[in-house]
């Protein structure tokens, strides 16, 4: 029995295999590409896989995807549906999300980028902001990420509010569902993204959508870039309808040298390290799925293709 591991990057593919090696003694880890009996590939590890690689695979129980998203494989056409595909989420992954949400919304919510800016005149430029019960924010998806992240905020005093399918949200956190929609647009002066990337949400940050915030809104994406019409922000951005606007994730990964979002004075650009997962810890809990899977029981995050996240 084969575990294949695929990531695009070659070095990133080498320290996953030999963690996965360490920690999974008794399987057989082979880089996908170098795999020569597509026959005994019982699970495939995988960030980005080549379209057509795990169709290639007929015994596949289950693909692991080396993140939260599933974006990344339901992207290949020819991905067989019947294959269960399992999330990897974990404390440190949680945990690196709550730090970065917490530490971009207080940055926000305490007008950090005025300061800065009024250092660089030597300006004294005291400025009283309201306190975190009278700042509301709202987080755009509630699942593993929104929940954490919105206790976090609740933690921190804010007014928290959460949209998603079921509108379910956690004690202390005000959950709309999708008829709520424009109401908790109307009251997110932070909206953050944590959505899945779906068919229904590609393209959700819009210009529709950020026209319903309140004036001066501020926009985090730590979800994924196809959730954002980047010219619509540039728009909002330039109207003054959007103050700023934190972004992790883009269209194009790395964000070519020439896109304004790098030199937008209103816009902070973080590459893709809201919440990156590493092979230390991440691997503890492939592994741990892979041995679930094994013993015939269902891991937590598994999902498939149709249900798109
Ligand atoms: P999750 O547990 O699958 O939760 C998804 C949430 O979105 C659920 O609340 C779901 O509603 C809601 N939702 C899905 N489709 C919707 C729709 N069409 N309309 C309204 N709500 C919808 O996902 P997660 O683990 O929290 O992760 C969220 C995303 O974060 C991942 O998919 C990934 O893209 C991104 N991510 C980014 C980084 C980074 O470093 N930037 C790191 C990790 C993850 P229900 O609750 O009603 O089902
Ligand atoms: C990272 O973006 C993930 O999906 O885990």
């Given at each position: 029995?084969?575990i294949a591991?695929?990531?695009p990057?070659?070095?990133?593919?080498?320290?996953?295999?030999?963690?996965?090696?360490?920690?999974?003694?008794?399987h057989?880890?082979n880089?996908?590409?170098?795999?020569?009996?597509?026959?005994t590939?019982?699970?495939a590890v995988?960030?980005?896989?080549?379209?057509?690689?795990?169709?290639?695979?007929?015994?596949?129980?289950?693909?692991?995807?080396?993140?939260?998203?599933?974006?990344?494989?339901?992207?290949?056409?020819?991905?067989?549906?019947?294959?269960?595909?399992?999330?990897?989420?974990?404390?440190?992954m949680?945990?690196r999300?709550?730090?970065?949400?917490?530490?971009?919304?207080?940055?926000?919510?305490r007008?950090?980028?005025?300061l800065?800016?009024?250092?660089?005149?030597k300006a004294?430029?005291q400025?009283?902001?309201?306190?975190?019960?009278?700042?509301?924010?709202?987080?755009?998806?509630?699942?593993?990420?929104?929940?954490?992240?919105a206790?976090?905020?609740?933690?921190?005093?804010?007014?928290?509010?959460?949209w998603?399918?079921?509108?379910?949200?956690?004690?202390?956190?005000?959950?709309?569902?999708?008829?709520?929609?424009?109401?908790?647009?109307?009251q997110?002066?932070?909206?953050?993204?944590?959505?899945?990337?779906?068919?229904e949400?590609?393209?959700?940050?819009?210009?529709?959508i950020?026209?319903?915030?309140?004036?001066?809104?501020?926009?985090?994406?730590?979800?994924?870039?196809?959730?954002?019409?980047?010219?619509d922000?540039?728009a909002?951005?330039?109207?003054?309808?959007i103050?700023?606007?934190?972004?992790?994730?883009?269209?194009?990964?790395?964000?070519?040298?020439?896109?304004p979002?790098?030199?937008?004075?209103?816009?902070?650009?973080?590459?893709h390290?809201?919440?990156?997962?590493?092979?230390?810890?991440?691997?503890?809990?492939i592994?741990?799925?892979i041995?679930?899977?094994?013993?015939?029981?269902?891991?937590?995050?598994?999902?498939?293709?149709s249900?798109?996240?």
């Amino acid at each position: 029995m084969t575990i294949a591991v695929t990531l695009p990057d070659p070095e990133k593919l080498v320290w996953w295999r030999d963690h996965l090696r360490e920690l999974l003694p008794d399987h057989h880890i082979n880089n996908a590409a170098e795999i020569s009996d597509p026959q005994t590939v019982r699970y495939a590890v995988v960030w980005k896989p080549p379209e057509g690689l795990l169709a290639s695979f007929p015994n596949l129980k289950a693909t692991i995807s080396i993140g939260a998203g599933i974006d990344h494989i339901a992207a290949d056409p020819q991905y067989p549906a019947s294959v269960p595909v399992i999330k990897t989420i974990g404390p440190d992954m949680t945990q690196r999300m709550c730090e970065y949400v917490a530490l971009h919304v207080l940055r926000l919510h305490r007008q950090l980028p005025e300061l800065q800016k009024a250092q660089t005149r030597k300006a004294w430029h005291q400025i009283v902001t309201p306190t975190a019960p009278d700042r509301k924010v709202g987080i755009l998806g509630l699942g593993h990420l929104g929940c954490h992240v919105a206790r976090t905020l609740t933690a921190l005093g804010f007014d928290v509010a959460g949209w998603s399918r079921s509108g379910a949200a956690p004690d202390g956190v005000t959950g709309f569902n999708e008829s709520g929609l424009n109401r908790f647009l109307a009251q997110s002066e932070i909206l953050i993204c944590l959505l899945p990337l779906t068919p229904e949400t590609k393209g959700f940050l819009s210009k529709p959508i950020l026209e319903q915030l309140p004036k001066g809104a501020s926009l985090i994406n730590a979800a994924r870039g196809a959730h954002l019409i980047e010219d619509d922000l540039l728009a909002a951005l330039g109207k003054g309808q959007i103050s700023y606007a934190t972004l992790d994730v883009f269209n194009t990964e790395p964000l070519p040298s020439d896109h304004p979002f790098w030199t937008h004075p209103r816009v902070l650009v973080t590459p893709h390290t809201a919440s990156l997962i590493d092979p230390v810890s991440g691997g503890k809990v492939i592994a741990a799925n892979i041995r679930k899977l094994e013993a015939g029981h269902t891991p937590d995050a598994l999902t498939y293709i149709s249900r798109g996240y």
